[in-house]
């Protein structure tokens, strides 16, 4: 199997394990630390087995130094379970401006992997924008989940639960892919 099509996006879950099982069983300043050390970690791994960084690896581990930072001086782990609402936001915020400029991020990359493009252009900027708000209803999801819900509760929907939303997300979406290649073809 090569690199590109092992899961490593599991290594993503560990500095979230690690936070929730140190925050149960030990001080907030252990969970703390511990999953600021794992995300350094998840970087290096993450160029170790893919031999590049993403830019969302990096923004993400730049929050969490961030906000893990900001979590020890308040002594409140709130701030670090804020992360995934911030790359969220970020990650909205992008594809709004790539829409606003006219620009479609997956056909941007699709362009720079030499891949064939087989839609129209229109098609990339309509996914991009239900893209865009799936990831902010998400992160204000997330920042609702952060600030009245368990850590545990926090931990399912930064990981497997974001996984599972995403699928539910793409399978609404394959019905407006059909809808909109039925409307193509008229």
Do not use: C, D
């Amino acid at each position: 199997m090569k690199n590109a099509q092992k899961p490593y996006f599991l290594l993503s879950f560990f500095p979230a394990l690690a936070y929730w099982y140190l925050e149960t069983y030990y001080t907030l300043e252990v969970a703390l630390i511990g999953g600021i050390v794992l995300s350094i970690i998840e970087m290096f791994l993450e160029k170790r087995f893919t031999g590049h960084v993403h830019l969302i690896s990096k923004l993400n581990l730049t929050l969490i130094l961030i906000l893990g930072g900001v979590s020890l001086m308040a002594k409140e782990g709130i701030f670090f379970k804020l992360q995934p609402t911030l790359t969220g936001l970020f990650l909205s915020s992008f594809l709004i401006f790539k829409k606003m400029k006219n620009q479609s991020l997956l056909l941007e990359m699709m362009k720079e992997m030499n891949q064939k493009v087989l839609f129209p252009e229109e098609f990339f900027h309509k996914m991009e924008w239900h893209l865009s708000l799936f990831f902010l209803s998400f992160s204000f999801f997330m920042a609702w989940v952060a600030l009245y819900k368990s850590t545990a509760t926090w931990l399912f929907w930064k990981t497997g639960g974001f996984y599972m939303a995403f699928g539910g997300f793409l399978i609404v979406e394959m019905f407006y892919i059909m809808k909109f290649f039925r409307r193509l073809k008229k």
